[in-house]
C-alpha cells in the first residue's frame, strides 16, 4: 500500500512543485498554498474517475447497454455534452467557481458557529470503536453526508426554482456513465455549498470529505450507466445501482406522471426504503423528461445549455414554488 | 534478593521509558491523527487518533506535557513527555492553530488561523485563564515572544502583517507590514532583534521589537517559512518550503551557511536530545526527513500520515536503572 501512496503522493508533489507553486508564488496568491495543493490532488483524483468512466463503464456500457441497438449519430451528440460537463467537473474547472463562491460563505458560517463556542461534533466520542477504524469512521460520514445529500436531492425536485436548474441534469435522453455531472454551474454551487456546510457541521475531516465526494461521485458515475444491472435482493438495498437511478430517470407518462419522484438516493438506497420513495419494481424505460422546454435542452452545446436553464431559472424564480404548476409544461412528442 | 528484584524492575521499567522516549510525535494534521515514530528503529510504531486538524504542538514550562492542539475540536490534548501516553483534554482553547508559552512561563498564546483572533491566557502550570481575545484578521499564524515576557509577536499571514501586543496589558503594541505572507517568527537571544520569514517571498527580515520598524534582511530561499534553534543561540534552521530547502542560517553574521535540499514542502523542524540529527515534516509528502547534522545530508525519510505538520522529540528521562545502580 505505501509504495502506491508514495507513487500518488510523489506525482501530485511534482506536478505541485513544478507547475502550481512557481505560478502561486509569482502571482503572489501564497496564503492559498496549502488549498492549492489539495486542489491538484482533486484533479488528479479527477482523472482517474475519467479514466474509471472511459475505460471501465463505457465499454460495459456498450457490451451490455440497453439502447445500445438504437443509438446514431443524433445521439451520440447529446452523450457529447454530458463528456464536457464531465471534463469541467472532473477537471478542477466547476469545483473552482463553487470554491470561489461557497469558500467565503462556508468560512463565515464557520466562523460564527465557532466564534459562538460550537465544535463539530465527533461521531467517534459517540459511536465506540470508530476511534479504532478508519473504515468505519470513514463509512460512519459517508453513510451521514449521503443522507444529506438525499435531502437536497428532494429539494432539488421539490422547488419549483431548484427544479428549474435541476432539470437540465433531468432533460438528457440518453442517459449514459457521463451523465453524472451533467448540472447548471448554480445548481453545483447551491449542492457543494448546502452539503460543505453539513459536513463542516458534523465534523467530516478534510481528507474523509474529499475521498466521500470521489468515491460518491464513481458510484453516482455508474449508477448513470445504461445498462439494466442490480445487485441482487439484498444488494439492490445497499448500493444504488443502475437500474435503480434509471428509474429516477424515467420518463414520466400520464399513469405515473412523477415518476422520477422516486430513488433519490446517491449512495445508499436506505433513505428511499426509510422515506418511502423507493421503487424496485420497474423493469426499464426510457429515460428524459415529458416536458417540451426542458426537452429542449438536447442538442445544445454547454453555453447555450448553461443559458437556456438560467433564464428557466429566472422565470422559476416568481412564483408558484411547485415545480409541478409551472408554465409550458408541455408534452413532448416522445411522451 | 530484594535489592536484585528492585535493579529487575527498575531494568523493566527502564527498558520500557527508554523505549518511550525513543519516540518521535509527528502531528498528520489532514486526517486527524498523530503518529509515533521510533528513532532507532526508523520507523512509524503507531498512528492514533486525536481530534481534527493538529497542526502544532508543545511541552509545557515544567517540562512534563507536551500540549498537541486540536484546532477544530477547541480543545488541546496533554501527552506525557516522557511516555508519551495521553494524560487529559483542555477544552475551550479555540481553534489553537500555533501555540506557545511565554518564557517565564505565565503567558500562554494561541494564533487563530482560521477564525482570526489571537488569544492570551494566563498560565498558573494548570489552568489556562483567557485575558483576552483580539480579532486582528489576516489569519494569525505563528508567534514567538520577547526573552523578557513582555511582549508577543504575531505574524499576520494574509496581511502582511506583525502585530505586537504587551502581554500585561493585552494591548497592541504596534502593527506593522513587513512583507509577503509572514510566517515563522524567532526573537534572538539578545531581545533586540526579531527574525521573520517572508512565505510570499525568498527572505528573512529583521524587525526592531520595540518599535516594529524593519532594520534588516536576509535573502535565503523561496517561501521561507519557520525557524528551528540548532541550540547555540547562533545558528538557526530554515525551511524554504516552495524551494524545498533547509537554511542554516549564522543570526551573528546574518548570513546563509549553508543550504540542504529537503524536497517535499518543508515545514517543522526538532533536533535529536544528542544534537546529531534534524527532522522534518515533509507536508506534501507525507514523510518527515531525517537530516544528519554533521554532514548536512539527508539519512533517511520516514512515512508518516497525511499533510504532517507539527514535530516533537521526546526526551530521554533520568534512568531507572541506574539509580537502582548507585544504590
Not at chain 1, 80 to 94: E, I, Q, S
Not at chain 1, 118 to 145: M, N, T, W
Not at chain 1, 321 to 330: F, I, K, S, V
Request: glycine share 8%; hydrophobic share 45%.
Amino acid at each position: 500500500m505505501r509504495p502506491l501512496i508514495d507513487l500518488w503522493v510523489g506525482a501530485q508533489a511534482w506536478a505541485f512543485e513544478t507547475l502550481v507553486s512557481p505560478l502561486l508564488f509569482a502571482l503572489d496568491l501564497m496564503e492559498w498554498y496549502e488549498p492549492a495543493f489539495n486542489a491538484v490532488e482533486f484533479v488528479m483524483l479527477g482523472l482517474v474517475q475519467i479514466a474509471m468512466i472511459a475505460l471501465v463503464m463505457r465499454p460495459i456500457e456498450r457490451r451490455f447497454g440497453i439502447e445500445k441497438a438504437g443509438i446514431g449519430r443524433g445521439e451520440e451528440r447529446l452523450v457529447g455534452v454530458d463528456r464536457v460537463y464531465t471534463a469541467l467537473n472532473k477537471l478542477g474547472v466547476v469545483p473552482l467557481l463553487v470554491f470561489v463562491v461557497a469558500y467565503p460563505i462556508t468560512n463565515e458560517f464557520e466562523y460564527l458557529v465557532r466564534v459562538l463556542g460550537f465544535a463539530p461534533p465527533r461521531l467517534e466520542r459517540l459511536i465506540p470503536g470508530l476511534y479504532d477504524s478508519a473504515l468505519a469512521s470513514f463509512l460512519a460520514y459517508f453513510v451521514l453526508y449521503d443522507f444529506a445529500a438525499y435531502w437536497v436531492h428532494r429539494a432539488q425536485h421539490r422547488f419549483g426554482w431548484w427544479w428549474a436548474l435541476h432539470s437540465l441534469h433531468h432533460s438528457q435522453r440518453r442517459v449514459t456513465a457521463w451523465t453524472d455531472d451533467r448540472n447548471h454551474i448554480l445548481d453545483d454551487v447551491l449542492v457543494n455549498l448546502v452539503l460543505a456546510v453539513f459536513a463542516q457541521f458534523v465534523g467530516v475531516q478534510p481528507d474523509d470529505f474529499v475521498l466521500i465526494v470521489v468515491v460518491g461521485r464513481l458510484v453516482e458515475s455508474f449508477s448513470h450507466a445504461g445498462i439494466d444491472l442490480c445487485f441482487g435482493p439484498l444488494g439492490a438495498r445497499l448500493l444504488v445501482a443502475p437500474r435503480f437511478h434509471r428509474l429516477h430517470h424515467a420518463l414520466a407518462d400520464a399513469q405515473e406522471p412523477h415518476i422520477h419522484d422516486h430513488n433519490f438516493a446517491a449512495v445508499f438506497p436506505i433513505w428511499d426504503v426509510l422515506f418511502g420513495t423507493a421503487r424496485f419494481d420497474t423493469p426499464p424505460r426510457p429515460t428524459g423528461i415529458d416536458d417540451r422546454e426542458i426537452d429542449a435542452d438536447n442538442g445544445r452545446g454547454w453555453l447555450g445549455q448553461q443559458a437556456r436553464v438560467f433564464r428557466r431559472f429566472v422565470v422559476a424564480l416568481a412564483p408558484p414554488t411547485d415545480r409541478h404548476a409551472l408554465p409550458n409544461r408541455e408534452p413532448t412528442a416522445r411522451s | 534478593m530484594n535489592s536484585a528484584f528492585i535493579a529487575a524492575l527498575a531494568l523493566v521499567l527502564g527498558a520500557s521509558t527508554l523505549a518511550r522516549a525513543d519516540q518521535v510525535i509527528v502531528l498528520n494534521s489532514e486526517e486527524a491523527s498523530y503518529s509515533v515514530l521510533s528513532r532507532s528503529q526508523r520507523a512509524e510504531v503507531q498512528r492514533l487518533p486525536l481530534g481534527r486538524e493538529p497542526h502544532h504542538l508543545i511541552q509545557t514550562p515544567d517540562g512534563k506535557e507536551v500540549l498537541i492542539a486540536s484546532t477544530v475540536t477547541n480543545e488541546l490534548v496533554a501527552l506525557d513527555t516522557k511516555t508519551g501516553e495521553r494524560k487529559r483534554t483542555i477544552p475551550g482553547i479555540v481553534d489553537a492553530y500555533q501555540l506557545g508559552f511565554s518564557p517565564d512561563g505565565k503567558w500562554f498564546v494561541t494564533a487563530s488561523y482560521r477564525l482570526d483572533h489571537v488569544d492570551i491566557y494566563r498560565y498558573d502550570g494548570t489552568t489556562f485563564t483567557l485575558a483576552n481575545r483580539t480579532f486582528t484578521g489576516g489569519m494569525p499564524s505563528h508567534l514567538t515572544f520577547g526573552t523578557d515576557s513582555k511582549t508577543v509577536f504575531v505574524s499576520l499571514q494574509q496581511s502582511s502583517r506583525v502585530v505586537a501586543f504587551d502581554l500585561a496589558t493585552q494591548a497592541i503594541k504596534w502593527n506593522m507590514e513587513v512583507g509577503k505572507v509572514p510566517a515563522g517568527l524567532v526573537m534572538l537571544p539578545d531581545n533586540k532583534r526579531l527574525l521573520v520569514a517572508l512565505t510570499g517571498e525568498d527572505a528573512v527580515v529583521m524587525l526592531d521589537p520595540a518599535t516594529g520598524i524593519m532594520t534588516g534582511r536576509l535573502q535565503t530561499g523561496r517561501g521561507a517559512h519557520n525557524f528551528w534553534p540548532k541550540g547555540d543561540g547562533r545558528y538557526w534552521f530554515l525551511s524554504n518550503r516552495v524551494e524545498g530547502t533547509i537554511s542554516l542560517i549564522d543570526t551573528q553574521e546574518m548570513k546563509v551557511d549553508s543550504t540542504v535540499r529537503v524536497p517535499g514542502g518543508p515545514d517543522c523542524m526538532d533536533i535529536t536530545p544528542d544534537g546529531k540529527e534534524l527532522w522534518v515534516t515533509q507536508r506534501f509528502l507525507r514523510r518527515i526527513a531525517i537530516l544528519d547534522l554533521a554532514t548536512l545530508k539527508l539519512t533517511g525519510s520516514i512515512p508518516v500520515g497525511k499533510s504532517p505538520h507539527g514535530v516533537f522529540i521526546l526526551k530521554t528521562p533520568v534512568m531507572p536503572m541506574r539509580a537502582a545502580a548507585n544504590d
